[in-house]
């Protein structure tokens, strides 16, 4: 059974951060990029940010650019959200994702920047 499990997630003040983890099972994790994806009370679906297989490559929202770093590793089978000066409109539920046969989600974390 494929599952996701986000964790990391919780309540920061503005310009601080947080480390989010996405633990991954019943797949084989190092074939499959792996993506964060947000969503924001009464919002739609967001993409994040998104890692190769191999983490040779990485890529990012535009607004997450330079704030957001994502990582992997293959051999703890976990994906890795840093977020750093974290601004109001970052409060979301944070996802992580991976698309095979369907896309495959977590439960999310609750990511919330407030003073």
């Known amino acids: 059974e494929v599952q996701l499990v986000e964790s990391g997630g919780g309540l920061v003040q503005p310009g601080g951060s947080l480390r989010l983890s996405c633990a991954a099972s019943?797949?084989?994790?190092?074939?499959?990029?792996m993506y964060w994806v947000r969503q924001a009370p009464g919002k739609g679906l967001e993409w994040v940010s998104a890692?190769?297989?191999?983490?040779?490559?990485?890529y990012y929202a535009e607004s997450m650019k330079g704030r957001f770093t994502i990582s992997r590793d293959n051999a703890k089978n976990t994906v890795f959200l840093q977020m750093n000066s974290l601004k109001s409109e970052d409060t979301a539920i944070y996802y992580c994702n991976f698309k095979s046969n369907r896309d495959y989600w977590g439960q999310g974390t609750q990511v919330t920047v407030s003073a």
């Open positions: 890692i190769r297989w191999d983490a040779g490559s990485t």
């Open positions: 019943g797949f084989t994790f190092d074939a499959y990029g």
